[in-house]
């Protein structure tokens, strides 16, 4: 292609002869030239690409905030937000749906497979069955639903007799998910070039609120991750207060 374009001036330059014009006509098109080539090794390095426009474009979890509740014989938690259908950790970001987690602990081992539930959020009441989750000895549904900060939540669960009420949390932190994902993007802008392949950003991101179940449910940390389909990833945690990232780490 280069070859053809100078072969191009050499003949023009035959024709019209070492004049001013010609050399102010060279001059143009090399420049014009230039500014093509660079533009052309931005695009398909990805350098001309949003990294964290992209980032934000493939989130397939992103949660919103969460609600929680204590008693003596139990521990709840209420987390909404917008995930991914269906659910994989394989790189690429599918269409998104509501969810709304409740998550109930037990401080005695409970035998039955299922409870039965009510929710009432603000004037729509949902009711449901908790099914047991074989792994952690919780019960766990979704109600496929955001529920608001400023809701009103109470929580009835069959045999245990008094309604809880389950107070937003989230809302109370310093940094709420629109800030946990400003700092998880700028802190990997450089790094997640790595997913840039054929102009396209290949995986996949998450921002989850995570906890350790058996503690007090005192301390919560925002945690961000990149997967990619190569299965790299990159990772973040960060403090629901300070904005500090207080781990990272690259696969």
């Keep these: 292609m280069l070859n053809k374009f100078f072969n191009l001036f050499e003949n023009f330059q035959r024709i019209s002869g070492q004049t001013d014009a010609y050399i102010f006509i060279m001059k143009i098109f090399k420049l014009l030239f230039v500014i093509v080539a660079v533009s052309a090794m931005f695009l398909l390095t990805g350098c001309g690409y949003d990294i964290k ?25 209420l987390m909404c937000g917008m995930r991914e259908e269906p659910y994989e950790y394989n790189g690429v970001s599918n ?8 998550t109930v602990y037990f401080t005695e081992l409970q035998e039955v497979d299922e409870i039965e539930f009510t929710l009432q959020a603000g004037d729509i009441e949902y009711t449901s069955a908790l099914e047991r989750n074989p792994f952690h000895h919780n019960y766990m549904t979704d109600i496929e639903a955001l529920i608001d900060d400023e ?3 109470y929580l009835t669960i069959d ?3 008094s309604e809880m009420i389950l107070v937003c ?4 932190w310093g940094v709420q998910y629109q800030n946990a994902l400003e700092i998880a993007t700028e802190h990997f802008e450089i790094d997640a070039k790595q997913f840039f392949n054929n102009r396209k950003f290949n995986a996949e991101c998450y921002l989850k ?5 058996n503690s ?3 301390t919560y940390l925002w945690y961000f991750g990149i997967v990619g389909t190569d299965n790299n990833r990159l990772s973040l945690v960060i403090d629901v207060n300070s904005g500090q990232i207080l ?3 690259i696969e």
Excluded at 60 to 73: G, I, M, Q
Excluded at 95 to 102: A, M, N, R
Excluded at 169 to 172: A, D, E, I, L
């Design 53 to 77: 426009y992209e980032m934000l474009n493939s989130m397939s979890d992103v949660r919103y905030n969460l609600f929680e509740a204590k008693t003596e014989s139990m521990k709840v938690t």
């Design 95 to 102: 269409q998104k749906c509501e969810f709304g987690v409740i």
């Design 151 to 153: 809701a009103n939540v």
């Design 159 to 161: 045999g245990i007799g």
């Design 169 to 172: 949390v989230s809302k109370n």
């Design 209 to 213: 609120i995570i906890y350790d179940e």
């Design 216 to 218: 007090d449910l005192e």
């Design 247 to 249: 781990a990272s780490s």
